[in-house]
Antibody
């Protein structure tokens, strides 16, 4: 069974750093991209970026470029999302999701983590 | 373009049919994925590709595409279908750059 299991909720102060994780199991972790999605309170889904754990090829959404770092450790089948200096506006639920490509014109984010709530408050 | 446009909200009477649309240039190259999200839960894919339903998704959910517009139809809406629905596509230049529509809140009356 494919699973993406995320790390637990975090409460941080502005300016602090943070790294949250997403552990994949039940499939070949190095053969699928993993993306990160932000959902601010009461708002919609926003694509942040994606990594291919096989070679660490990473693409960021322009809105998040320079604000976050996405990485992966294939030895433990885990992807990460990190901030070097959090802001109150980073308060949100963060999901990891795995896209599967079915054809040249068809794909789906068919597996999602359960979400990690990040709260940044002084 | 990385924009996908959705209506903010629609309502449907119990047992009736509702169609949600998603417009964007990328849909000329990629079929939209459709995701249902209930409060406090992770999104779940309900339709992908031309009109594919993952295992466990009821057949009252269907999808279609015409030009730059994708549609999700719920035929015979049930109370449990009340949720936010998001469409999703990817950049047509081949990069692994994805994006979502702004979401449609479906209320079942």
């Amino acid at each position: 069974e494919v699973q993406l299991v995320q790390s637990g909720a975090e409460v941080k102060k502005p300016g602090e750093s943070l790294k949250i994780s997403c552990k994949g199991s039940g499939y070949s972790f190095t053969s699928y991209w993993i993306g990160w999605v932000r959902q601010m309170p009461g708002k919609g889904l926003e694509w942040m970026g994606i990594i291919y754990p096989g070679d660490s090829d990473t693409t960021y959404s322009p809105s998040f470029q320079g604000q976050i770092t996405i990485s992966a450790d294939k030895s433990i089948s885990t992807a990460y999302l990190q901030w070097s200096s959090l802001k109150a506006s980073d308060t949100a639920m963060y999901f990891c999701a795995r896209p599967t490509t079915y054809s040249s014109s068809s794909f789906a984010l068919d597996y999602w983590g359960q979400g990690t709530q990040v709260t940044v408050s002084s | 373009s990385s924009e996908l446009t959705q209506d903010p909200a629609v309502s449907v009477a119990l047992g009736q049919t509702v169609r949600i649309t998603c417009q964007g240039d990328s849909l000329r190259n990629y079929y939209a994925g459709w995701y249902q999200q209930k409060p406090g839960q992770a999104p779940v894919v309900v339709i992908y590709g031309k009109n594919n339903r993952p295992s466990g998704i009821p057949d009252r959910f269907s999808g279609s595409t015409s030009g730059n517009t994708a549609s999700l139809t719920i035929t015979g809406a049930q109370a449990e279908d009340e949720a936010d629905y998001y469409c999703n596509s990817r950049d047509s230049n081949g990069y692994h750059h994805y994006f979502f529509g702004s979401g449609t809140k479906v209320t079942v009356l």
